[in-house]
């Protein structure tokens, strides 16, 4: 199975902050990654699919990037309402795997 | 607008079996390539099964293969999951999601907790 490792597992920021969530790739899996937010008690939210591409609806302060085998996931602003718990998917090869979680709050 | 609707859940003794239901709408079911999630309280996201459009394809993770069965009802516009052989670590809330091609799982129900205990 491809695992991803997902960096840091919390993260601490301030309003207005760039704030980076990183995952890697134990096999190449192309740009089939994705980012999901997950809000207390909500399901999660697809935000960047294709590694890079921003799902409809999502704010633009939110981006994807590929750098080999590091995918990353950086708000370029932060706000209040982005807090939450961060998740990246590789969906390349079954079984899809999660990484392990990213908990983003406010400092 | 697309609706994932979860049912079936409950607490089941171990070793007994459940039934989860999805039903969608807002899209045409039978287009798309379904699965089950789970999220055991918290912990992080794990794939439980997937199956495609016309159920040629079906995967299921090896924590749950032999054990689950996904299967779907496109004339009732239906995803289902029945679970045998409960046990403890089953004990999650299950997520049904859409899978669009390239993009991975853009839509998701609300979720449906199954609680196995004695």
């Known amino acids: 199975d491809i695992q991803m490792t997902q960096s840091p597992s919390s993260l601490s920021a301030s309003l207005g902050d760039r704030v980076t969530i990183t995952c890697r790739a134990s096999?190449?899996?192309?740009?089939?990654l994705s980012w999901f937010q997950q809000k207390p008690g909500k399901s999660p939210r697809l935000m960047i699919y294709g590694a890079t591409n921003l799902e409809d609806g999502v704010p633009s302060r939110f981006s994807g990037s590929r750098s080999g085998s590091d995918y990353s996931l950086t708000i370029s602003s932060l706000e209040s309402e982005d807090t939450a718990i961060y998740y990246c998917?590789?969906?390349?090869?079954?079984?899809?795997?999660f990484g392990g979680g990213t908990k983003l709050e406010l400092k | 607008e697309v609706q994932l609707v979860e049912s079936g859940g409950g607490l089941v003794q171990p070793g007994r079996s459940l039934k989860l239901s999805c039903l969608a709408s807002?899209?045409?079911?039978?287009?798309?390539?379904m699965n089950w999630i789970r999220q055991a309280p918290g912990k992080g996201l794990e794939w439980v099964a997937s199956i495609s459009s016309s159920s040629s394809y079906i995967y299921y993770a090896d924590t749950v293969k032999g054990r689950f069965t996904i299967s779907r009802d496109n004339a009732k516009n239906t995803l289902y999951l029945q679970m045998t052989s409960l046990r403890s670590e089953d004990t999650a809330l299950y997520y049904c999601?859409?899978?669009?091609?390239?993009?991975?799982?853009?839509?998701w129900g609300q979720g449906v907790m199954v609680t196995v205990s004695s």
């Open positions: 999601a859409r899978r669009a091609q390239w993009v991975s799982f853009d839509y």
């Open positions: 096999q190449d899996i192309g740009n089939y």
């Open positions: 807002g899209f045409t079911f039978s287009n798309y390539g």
């Open positions: 998917l590789q969906y390349d090869k079954y079984p899809p795997t």
